[in-house]
């Protein structure tokens, strides 16, 4: 009984505190559309370093990385006059990011293939192991839809409803397609030269 108290006041804080920073954008927001356009560079430097490394995870690679954080940005300033205040700016954002990031994978794919995979593994730091390196790369071997679901919510550490905004599905649909994701990387794993040397 303890344990529920304790969960709902949790989930209590989490949402007062997600509804602060969403109050606290859509000010931001409105100064930008009705007073002074300076006051973007608050949402810049606000998200950023997130929006970046959602796009690293997703490119992976760091100067394509860097330069679609500035697309989202010009694209999101663009587009902030359309923006619809029952919506966080943080998803409205990470949505614009991922379709970015999607059509420049698409863009990019005939150009790339295992060696991207590789890169993607030499991009880990020394603290990561051989096991860790293994599930990236099966990550990496996802289809787009699959990949972003597990990106969004691993990764980014998004809720199921967060993605459901992002992504603009429903969140019966992301916990169906992380589950199918999960199964895949499962698949992968034990299909690897890592998991057989394990076994063996």
Do not use: C
Not at 73 to 101: C, D, G, H, Q, T
Not at 150 to 171: M, N, P, T
């Amino acid at each position: 009984m303890k344990n529920d108290e304790n969960i709902t006041k949790s989930k209590l804080q989490n949402d007062n505190k997600e509804q602060k920073i969403a109050a606290e954008d859509h000010a931001i927001i409105n100064r930008v559309l009705y007073e002074s356009t300076e006051a973007y560079r608050l949402l810049v430097a606000k998200y950023q370093i997130p929006v970046y490394n959602l796009l690293l995870r997703m490119v992976h690679d760091r100067d394509d990385a860097k330069e679609l954080t500035q697309e989202v940005f010009v694209k999101a300033y663009e587009a902030l006059p359309s923006f619809r205040f029952e919506y966080r700016f943080f998803s409205w954002l990470y949505r614009i990011a991922i379709n970015l990031a999607l059509s420049h994978i698409k863009k990019q794919r005939q150009y790339v293939g295992l060696e991207q995979i590789k890169n993607f593994a030499e991009e880990t730091n020394e603290k990561d192991t051989e096991n860790e390196n293994h599930l990236k790369m099966a990550v990496e071997k996802l289809k787009d839809k699959y990949k972003t679901v597990i990106v969004l919510k691993y990764y980014q550490q998004l809720s199921y409803k967060e993605v459901a905004v992002v992504l603009d599905i429903s969140e019966k649909k992301v916990r169906s397609r992380l589950y199918d994701a999960r199964m895949q990387i499962k698949e992968m794993l034990e299909t690897s030269s890592y998991y057989l040397k394990q076994q063996a």
